[in-house]
């Protein structure tokens, strides 16, 4: 009975966008309200995917990175075949403001727009505000590139395609000792902030763990001078600053850091893995490094088929070079975005169905290939099985490859 509701509800979604002539189509930027495949010729149904991103705040960078990589793979795979019938798949798109108050508002919309299943969001915060809308409404989410251990704890309709803060956190704990044989670590994250609070307590833990000595400090919200919080680890006589933050603070840290002159390495997780990055430390000779979760030069057969297509798609349309932040360097949350989106397709072939119940079943059952490493799921937490992490640095413009690293070395 509920799969044939659900069916009925598809149906009548159809046939009411094509009365009101809602654009089906793939285009449109991150903070567009609807996109979809190719304009759809009205025979088929429609299925319905929400995309709860930040294309606004401290995060909207990232999050259009991440809405890129999903539209690319709504093109590559426009379509799913449930019992017989061929549905268009039509993405539902919001921006959650990368504001927890403004994500219950966004998740709630998605909720009412009968979505079948959702994806993301870029930053922990605001999946952990949402989680509980999506559990109440047994609409399941995939998260993308949030990496809080607290997006999925104790939500059955949480799942994620990245790895988890405490591996990233041990991850950068023994990259920075192995790397620069660090001995003592200056820790800085914004106060109250999920994300970066999170991820700084596991490296504390973790460096900690392997000999080391950390002092740890937050900077309130809205903070625009951190020369004092740089002088306090010149001071502290850090051999290394891991610093976990919005962009739009990284890109202060990095850029003041590099005027005071220190040679101090500053590192953190994979937010950092952006233009804004890349643009505060050009023409400057501050190390910074970031683990991520992809690498575009990775020449493995689904990488980089993805890489080539996804450059294309990005220089056919200005618009999307611009959400990029201007250039087509591959980000790895938008190879994440692309994994979650196929994720979700393989989870509704295997579910025969538009139900999120029944999707959210079938996601504990996906096993594949994907971009960013074979997937399959934790049977108690609904978190993808990831053993290892990828280290670079932003280099005048670029990242290089560094290492892969795992906890092990």
């Not at 709630?108 to 993301?120: E, I, K």
């Not at 609070?197 to 900077?219: I, M, P, R």
Request: hydrophobic residues 40%.
């Amino acid at each position: 009975m509920k799969k044939f509701l659900a069916l009925t509800m598809a149906l009548v979604m159809t046939f009411a966008l094509a009365a009101c002539g809602e654009d089906a189509g793939t285009g449109g930027s991150a903070s567009g309200s609807t996109a979809g495949s190719a304009a759809a010729s009205g025979s088929n149904p429609v299925l319905k995917v929400g995309v709860f991103e930040p294309a606004s705040g401290d995060n909207g960078a990232g999050g259009k990175q991440e809405v890129l990589g999903i539209q690319y793979a709504n093109q590559v795979s426009p379509t799913v075949d449930i019992n017989g019938q061929t549905y268009d798949i039509q993405l539902k798109i919001v921006d959650n403001q990368s504001t927890t108050d403004k994500a219950i508002t966004a998740a709630q919309s998605l909720v009412n727009a009968g979505v079948s299943v959702v994806l993301g969001s870029y930053g922990s915060g605001v999946s952990i505000a949402a989680a509980p809308t999506f559990e109440q409404a047994q609409i399941p989410a995939i998260g993308c590139s949030c990496t809080n251990p607290a997006v999925t704890e104790l939500n059955p309709y949480y799942f994620r395609v990245c790895f988890l803060d405490p591996f990233q956190g041990s991850v950068m704990a023994n990259f920075v000792s192995e790397q620069f044989q660090a001995k003592k670590a200056y820790v800085l994250t914004m106060l109250g902030e999920d994300y970066g609070t999170g991820l700084g307590t596991y490296f504390t833990q973790a460096f900690k763990d392997l000999g080391g000595e950390v002092k740890s400090q937050n900077f309130p919200e809205g903070t625009s001078d951190f020369s004092a919080y740089i002088q306090n680890a010149v001071d502290y006589g850090a051999d290394v600053i891991f610093a976990p933050s919005a962009t739009t603070y990284a890109s202060l840290i990095i850029g003041q850091a590099a005027k005071s002159g220190i040679s101090i390495p500053i590192c953190a997780g994979d937010t950092w893995e952006s233009s804004v990055i890349l643009d505060a430390q050009k023409g400057t000779d501050q190390q910074v490094y970031c683990s991520t979760f992809f690498d575009e030069n990775d020449d493995s057969g689904l990488a980089s088929t993805f890489v080539k297509g996804f450059k294309e798609f990005l220089n056919a349309d200005p618009q999307n070079l611009t959400n990029n932040g201007g250039n087509d360097i591959v980000a790895a949350v938008s190879a994440l975005g692309y994994d979650s989106y196929m994720t979700a397709v393989e989870a509704i072939k295997l579910a025969q169905s538009t139900s999120g119940a029944d999707i959210q079943a079938a996601l504990f059952n996906v096993d594949f290939d994907a971009v960013t490493g074979h997937i399959t799921m934790n049977a108690d937490t609904g978190d993808a099985n990831k053993t290892e992490a990828y280290i670079k640095q932003a280099t005048d413009g670029a990242f290089t490859f560094v290492k892969r690293q795992s906890v092990e070395g």
